[in-house]
Nanobody, 117 residues
Framework: QVQLVESGGGLVQAGGSLRLSCAASGIIFSRNIMAWYRQAPGKQRELVARITSGGNTNYADTVKGRFTISRDDAKNTVYLQMNSLNPGDTAVYYC???????????WGKGTLVTVSS
């Protein structure tokens, strides 16, 4: 059974930082592309950052230079370091992965990040 469990969300003032974690189980973590998405109230879910099994990364334009995605294959965990947060970053952040063999997509339940002005 695949499980993705996010943690690290909370309330932070504009300009502050948070680090999100996503612990994965039930997958061969080292082979999977891992990603963070977010969904703000009234908006569609959007890709924030993605990291391949080889460590290549890509980011949404809105977070480039502020957010950093990383992974620790020994801990089956992916991280999202978020700096210089602004109220526009307020959203529920979801961890995501796709099985490279079956194509099945998995989601965590999300963690809420609220940035106050």
């Amino acid at each position: 059974q695949v499980q993705l469990v996010e943690s690290g969300g909370g309330l932070v003032q504009a300009g502050g930082s948070l680090r999100l974690s996503c612990a994965a189980s039930g997958i061969i973590f080292s082979r999977n592309i891992m990603a963070w998405y977010r969904q703000a109230p009234g908006k569609q879910r959007e890709l924030v950052a993605r990291i391949t099994s080889g460590g290549n990364t890509n980011y949404a334009d809105t977070v480039k230079g502020r957010f950093t995605i990383s992974r620790d294959d020994a801990k089956n965990t992916v991280y999202l370091q978020m700096n210089s947060l602004n109220p526009g970053d307020t959203a529920v952040y979801y961890c995501n992965t796709r099985n490279p063999y079956s194509g099945l997509v998995y989601w965590g339940k999300g963690t809420l990040v609220t940035v106050s002005s």
